[in-house]
């Protein structure tokens, strides 16, 4: 069976950090860029951080470079997003998907259910 399941999302603090983690079971992630995606209440989907198959390239959303990081763990089918210095705008339910090739500017044919993000004092 297929999954894709994010993880990590918390209530922070302004200021605060959270690493969240979106693992794939029942398929590899080797050879597929992932993207990071979030939705704020309403509002629509917003690309927020993508990593290449190999984590040669990465691309970061202008409203959260220098504060996001994206990284993978090919051996553990995991990619990571660790976001620092989280803001009140930062809060949205995150997704992680999955492409159909090894860049970030492949389409994206898998997703997972999300996990929220809140960021409030």
């Known amino acids: 069976q297929l999954r894709f399941v994010e993880s990590g999302g918390d209530l922070v603090q302004p200021g605060g950090s959270l690493r969240l983690s979106c693992a794939a079971s029942?398929?590899?992630?080797?050879?597929?860029?992932v993207s990071w995606f979030r939705r704020a209440p309403g509002k629509e989907y917003k690309g927020v951080s993508c990593?290449?198959?190999?984590?040669?390239?990465?691309k970061n959303a202008d409203s959260v470079k220098g504060r996001f990081n994206i990284s993978r763990d090919n051996a553990k089918n995991t990619v990571y997003l660790e976001m620092n210095n989280l803001q009140p705008e930062d809060t949205a339910v995150y997704y992680c998907?999955?492409?159909?090739?090894?860049?970030?500017?492949?389409?994206?044919?898998?997703w997972g259910q999300g996990t929220q993000v809140t960021v409030s004092s």
């Open positions: 998907g999955k492409a159909r090739g090894p860049t970030c500017r492949t389409p994206y044919d898998y």
């Open positions: 029942g398929f590899t992630l080797d050879g597929y860029a």
């Open positions: 990593i290449s198959d190999d984590g040669s390239d990465i």
